[in-house]
């Protein structure tokens, strides 16, 4: 229907075409009439039984539909002045739109990717977790469906505690256990209780992620690196650092450099720690991929007061779920718990009850199995073609985890990454992790290598890769 308002002095045009019935179309008509300021606010309407009668509908459904407008504010009605467009409904003005900065372009995709940080994310075991969901959905009890406790889902808690005892060694029970959504969220959770009780300085590897860095500070944390050489982080240096109270380590498989914490370190931490009441900080990222013995047992069995363990799926499965676990000292429990309880830090319930099934049917050994063999194989693919093609080129930390060292002929690394680029190959040099308040810490900034994420391409994609990172290679000297 579309009908001009004559009575009402205008050749205004209300279209009532439109699904809802004729009040919502009527609704619809007059809101757009106001919004592109063909009705003026102050504008007085015709009454409903004018409007009704020009446009041929009921004189209720014309009343009903001024009644809604004026309470949602479009419409004003006074006694013996009528219905009126609200005065504070101004309409819209068409206007150019603002200039936006200059964005850079978006980067190509690779065709290859070697960068570290993913899995091969191909390889999640979608059938596994499909049945696992509808194991957890099935027995789920009705308060899985609620908020659900800040700590975590028991059921989770529960099948860790067990798992992180049997696999990596950790001394815990489920009532130390806390799931949180990422790793991220579960050092910052740890970061602000450290900054709340005094901590002003932690002690970090002069290798690490930048962003890590980035959540220590953004709590009120300044980093202190300590430095990394062939036998991990120098943690007999903690107690040389004035007001240092806490350390962020990676001591199973040193990021990026690839090394575990050799033993005298492991031992000299935990007692620095005990003397001087401080904290460590475990990030056992991926502590279950070690290919050549046994992995190396988690820090935190040394000292279950004095190490708060943080370890996540992101690697074993996939960053796509959000899940990550904090093994927690019992004087942690409460403040961490407190912090989490304040609404920002909730983790979704349903997933979590799914990792619970998925540990429990034991799928998840079965998968870190299956691809702990598939990644060695592409280490010793990787470890094979640099022996046979580039000799000179020296590979390191490749024990374990996902990634393997390849050490650079110093000034080269920047122009090996640019040509990688050239070749549609992504690569990370190692100074991208190298803290730049630590030059001398570890030869960390003098040091030119590749990180070389061999377990993040599909098996299809792998040998493509491997070739395109021989080709970007520097020549023999």
Known sequence: MDDSWATFGRD????????????????????????????????????????AADLGIARNTVADAYAELVAEGWLSARQGSGTRVARRAEPSRSAPPARRAARAPLPDRPRYDLRPGTPDVSAFPRAAWLTAARRALTAAPSDAFGYGPSLGRPELRAVLADYLARARGVRTDPDHVLICTGFMQGLGLLARVLRDSGVRRIGTEAYGLPFHRDVLTRAGLRPTPLPVDAHG?????????????????TPAHQFPTGVPLHPDRRAAVIDWARAAGGLVVEDDYDGEFRYDRQPVGALQGLDPDRVAYLGTASKSLAPALRLAWMVLPDHLV??????????EWQTAALEQLTLAAFLASGAYDRHVRGMRLRYRRRRDQLVAALAGQAPHIRVSGIAAGLHAVLELPPGTEQSVVQAARWQGLALEGLGTFADPAAPEAGGAALRDGLVVAYGRPPDHAFAGALEALLRVLPPAP
């Open 334 to 343: 409460d403040p961490v718990l407190a912090l989490k309880s304040t609404g």
């Open 12 to 51: 205004l045009h209300l279209d009532l075409a439109g699904t809802g019935g004729l009040r919502a179309s009527l609704m619809r008509a007059l809101r757009e009439a106001v919004r592109t300021g063909r009705l003026a606010p102050g504008t007085r309407l015709p009454s409903s039984r004018t409007l």
């Open 233 to 249: 982080a120098g943690t007999g240096r903690l107690a040389d650092l004035p007001g240092v109270r806490a350390a962020l380590l």
